[in-house]
């Protein structure tokens, strides 16, 4: 059990036997109330707690009993680490994502959570100073900060990123005893919502528009968007060898992205090889291509700066036979491509929306959306719903073409739609 020592009142006793309370040396000086108890390994265990707060030691001594009795307990040294410490000295080494992961969730950390105490210009405070220990027991900090991060401009959406990223650095805290709750958790604690928006796809008129301001060189990628629903860096790394043109299915196997500055070839979002079926249109358009512009061998290295060189003959490339840059290529020929089409350049706009455009056409020729989530390479159909979910036909629609399909084909029923009567 905890007790709660009173460190600025001793108790004499009298002749009597009777006991006093009276001022120790001590009084007015140092922290008043100290809490004693004993850890779970046995050991004499202290917190003090300043004049005033004598609810707070004896709460914290029913809590600290509790946790003890329980097995629950938490050494508090364990939590006196900052935030910064923990995070970039801790928990980051250990984790094992991929080159470019690494590079997004380390930028994430520095930039939006640990940042500076006091705000800078342009940048929410972070949260870096803050000991591990006295941020759990602080909802209202993680509050305060989720809402400097929205006072910058950040998208809920980003926001809600970067709380998801804070609340897995404090889950691994809890499992290496360090806390024993994390505030993000807290009920008190709301990032913003993000905005739903559904998606619109494009018409197949402006991909039309947007493939003719292409160079002749780089056209045949929104068939590679638009009619297998690859991504641009899965674009950038296609290589003929992918293609089974017999079979008539793309295997998607690479993608070109930055790394630390460099382009280098990785395997496809969330390292999730997948096939795509292929019409015999965008076969014919992506064979006439490469009679065109026939593919040009490229060496990268794989998945970071320092990864082993790997060769690979692409069926895009800048003119001068490299690897396309994504940033350049976004600014330099898609940004023009849809100015001159008629549409405004921007993330709304952006190569994207080719698999959108994909997934709309599929879905509304009744493909299955678990088939679809597998093209688009989603891990979780439940995602492709979410995403697309209003693209799909409605009952009513699909009735509607179902009596169209039974009245416009031949059969030996009588034309109702004409009036016609049963023959006897």
Not at 51 to 64: I, S
Not at 93 to 99: D, H, I, N
Not at 104 to 115: A, F, S, Y
Request: proline share 7%.
């Amino acid at each position: 059990m905890a007790s709660v020592e009173d460190r600025w009142y001793r108790t004499v006793k009298g002749p009597d036997g009777t006991k006093t309370s009276v001022q120790s040396d001590r009084y007015g000086t140092g922290r008043r109330y100290r809490v004693h108890y004993i850890d779970q390994d046995g050991r004499q265990r202290s917190e003090s707690f300043h004049d005033g707060e004598k609810r707070k030691a004896e709460k914290f001594a029913r809590e600290v009993s509790t946790d003890v009795a329980r097995g629950v307990y938490t050494d508090p040294d364990a939590g006196n680490i900052t935030l910064r410490r923990y995070a970039m000295d801790v928990w980051f080494p250990a984790q094992t994502f991929g080159p470019s992961t690494r590079e997004r969730v380390e930028t994430r950390l520095r930039l939006h959570i640990l940042g500076a105490l006091a705000a800078e210009p342009g940048r929410a405070p972070g949260l870096g100073g803050y000991r591990l220990a006295d941020l759990s027991r602080r909802p209202s900090a993680i509050q305060a900060w989720l809402r400097g991060l929205q006072s910058t401009g950040m998208a809920p959406s980003t926001i809600k990123l970067v709380k998801g990223t804070l609340s897995t650095v404090l889950e691994a805290a809890i499992a290496d005893e360090r806390i024993t709750k994390n505030p993000c958790r807290d009920k008190s604690v709301k990032a913003p919502r993000p905005v739903a928006r559904k998606i619109v796809p494009w018409t197949t008129t402006q991909v039309i528009a947007i493939q003719a301001e292409l160079a002749d060189i780089y056209a045949a990628m929104t068939d590679a968007g638009a009619g297998a629903g690859l991504r641009q860096g899965e674009v950038f790394g296609l290589s003929p060898d992918d293609v089974d043109w017999l079979r008539k299915i793309v295997h998607v196997r690479r993608q070109v992205k930055i790394v630390g500055g460099r382009r280098v070839f990785a395997p496809p979002k969330g390292n999730k090889e997948r096939d795509v079926p292929l019409s015999d249109v965008i076969a014919y358009r992506l064979s006439a291509h490469l009679a065109a512009h026939p593919a040009v061998p490229v060496t990268l290295p794989w998945e970071s700066p320092a990864g082993k060189p790997v060769t690979a003959a692409l069926m895009f490339t800048k003119p001068d036979r490299g690897a396309i840059w994504r940033n350049d290529w976004n600014r330099y020929v898609w940004h023009p491509a849809l100015t001159a089409a008629g549409l405004t350049p921007g993330r709304e706009n952006g190569f994207h929306q080719l698999r959108h455009y994909y997934a709309s056409q599929l879905l509304a020729d009744g493909v299955d959306p678990r088939a679809l989530a597998e093209y688009l390479g989603h891990s979780d159909p439940g995602f492709t719903l979410r995403t697309y979910c209003h693209l799909m036909p409605s009952g009513a629609d699909r009735a509607r073409r179902a009596i169209e399909k039974a009245f416009t084909e031949p059969s030996d029923c009588p034309d109702i739609a004409q009036g016609g009567e049963p023959t006897p």
